[in-house]
């Protein structure tokens, strides 16, 4: 079994500042992808950031990256210039083969 | 334009009375997925399909139904819905192999009301 965990139900962050989402995971698996998914009012997931468990460099895609750390099991997201339209649901998800598990989810408001 | 439909986007439904949600997708992936949303518990994969006719359980089956007939359809059916089926519902999916990036393709969800 695998499981993902966000242990911040909520953050809040001033528009212009950095904030970093938490994720920790468990799965007895090697080969696995880890994703950030945002999900805005509109419900829609949108794809933020992905890593490949292989991989030891750090993923990043302009204002969003993670800190990745295998051993540890731990998937954390940075936010940097947070701007008004990061305000969203992020989720945490691991991916082994084809089952996909999601963490609870942090609800992020930025602040103008 | 690529992308996965869902219908209906809402639904208001009475226990025992059996319903389907079509997803359906114009990319010729292989791997489709139903998840349910909740709060305080995220997304919960229901069922996927690898391929047309091959279908597994995910980590929450009960009381749903699947069937995967053509590759660009992907049903999830109630038979007997409930009230602790009320939820968010979103189907998804991607091509499959090492040659893609493998990138998850959400659809707009289906708000679910049992009474």
């Known amino acids: 079994a695998q499981t993902v965990t966000q242990s911040q139900p909520e953050m809040s962050v001033q528009e212009a500042e950095t904030v970093t989402l938490s994720c920790t995971y468990d799965?007895?698996?090697?080969?696995?992808?880890l994703f950030w998914y945002k999900q805005p009012p509109s419900r829609q997931m949108i794809l933020v950031i992905r890593q490949e468990a292989y991989k030891q460099q750090n993923a990043t895609e302009n204002r969003f990256s993670v800190n990745f750390q295998k051993a540890a099991k731990s998937f954390s997201l940075k936010i940097s210039d947070s701007q008004l339209g990061d305000t969203a649901m992020y989720f945490c998800a691991l991916r082994h083969d084809y089952k996909l598990s999601f963490g609870a989810g942090t609800t992020v408001t930025v602040r103008a | 334009e690529a992308q996965v439909t869902q219908n209906p986007r809402y639904l208001i439904t009475v226990t025992g009375k059996k319903l389907t949600v079509t997803c359906s997708q114009n990319m010729n992936h292989e791997y489709m997925s139903w998840y349910r949303q909740d709060p305080g518990l995220g997304l919960r994969q229901i069922y996927y399909s690898m391929n047309v006719e091959v279908t597994d359980k995910g980590d929450v089956p009960e009381g749903y139904k699947v069937s995967r007939k053509e590759k660009r359809n992907f049903p999830l059916i109630l038979e007997s819905p409930s009230p602790n089926q009320t939820s968010l519902y979103f189907c998804?999916?991607?091509?499959?192999?090492?040659?893609?990036?493998?990138?998850?393709?959400f659809g707009s969800g289906t708000q679910l009301s049992v009474l």
């Open positions: 799965t007895s698996e090697n080969n696995y992808y």
């Open positions: 998804a999916s991607r091509q499959t192999g090492p040659r893609f990036n493998e990138k998850l393709f």
